[in-house]
């Protein structure tokens, strides 16, 4: 079964440092999103991205975060000057349409700001 | 805004034991309700889904009812294996175009099951 593929699997960074945490969306999905699961929370909602803009974003996607689809099949998450509280799984998930379909989550990759 | 409230966990079984796990939500509209699963070292698996009042997901042997006059989405199976340990998301999208994938989750229920 096609799956979402995340890399990496896991990062420790030192604070202030600049992280991309990478995506492959299954190949013919068209809308793609990123979560993020601090340690002991909810899962949150990031943003969503459709025919390469962002649709919708939550407040916690400030000005720190940016996110890109740079060639046909991937698409990436940027965190600018990482802070403590960014430590936390991230999510990355794709759907071929909207209403009524599937959203396939990737693994996750882990991001330990020290 | 959206919320989700699930049961507390973790819950702890014997095989071949009934399983519910309670979950209510908070939503204007009319959402779409899912349940997703995580198994050790996996990402989050869609297990079922409901997309209006009084529809039933099923997959797996488990089931969910979309109960809108109880706000709820309860997920239960009759008989859980071994195999169904795992972390158990209960979630919410708020209804169609751009803002079908902005899910809002509950805070997930560890299920373990003995043998």
């Known amino acids: 079964e096609p799956e979402v593929t995340q890399t990496p699997s896991h990062q420790v960074t030192q604070m202030g440092q600049e992280v991309i945490l990478r995506c492959v969306p299954i190949?013919?999905?068209?809308?793609f999103y990123w979560y993020r699961q601090i340690l002991g929370q909810k899962v949150e909602f990031l943003v969503s991205?459709?025919?390469?803009?962002?649709?919708?974003k939550s407040e916690i996607f400030d000005d720190q975060f940016s996110v890109e689809r740079p060639d046909g099949s991937n698409f990436t998450l940027k965190i600018r000057s990482t802070k403590l509280e960014d430590s936390a799984m991230y999510f990355c998930?794709?759907?071929?349409?909207?209403?009524?379909?599937?959203?396939?989550f990737g693994e996750g990759s882990w991001l330990t700001v020290v | 805004g959206d919320s989700v409230t699930q049961m507390e966990g973790p819950v702890t079984l014997s095989e071949e034991a009934f399983l519910t796990i309670n979950c209510t939500y908070t939503?204007?509209?009319?959402?779409?309700l899912f349940w997703y699963v995580q198994y050790p070292g996996e990402g989050l698996q869609l297990l079922l889904k409901a997309t209006k009042a009084d529809d039933k997901g099923s997959n797996k042997g488990f089931e969910a009812t979309y109960r809108k006059e109880t706000t709820s989405f309860h997920l239960e199976k009759g008989s859980v294996q071994v195999s169904d340990s795992a972390v158990y998301f209960c979630?919410?999208?708020?209804?169609?175009?751009?803002?079908?994938?902005?899910?809002?989750f509950g805070q997930g229920t560890i299920l373990t099951v003995h043998p």
């Open positions: 998930a794709s759907s071929v349409g909207a209403t009524g379909n599937t959203i396939y």
């Open positions: 190949s013919n999905h068209l809308y």
């Open positions: 939503a204007t509209g009319y959402p779409s």
């Open positions: 979630a919410l999208s708020p209804g169609g175009g751009t803002s079908y994938g902005k899910l809002t």
């Open positions: 991205f459709y025919n390469n803009e962002i649709s919708e």
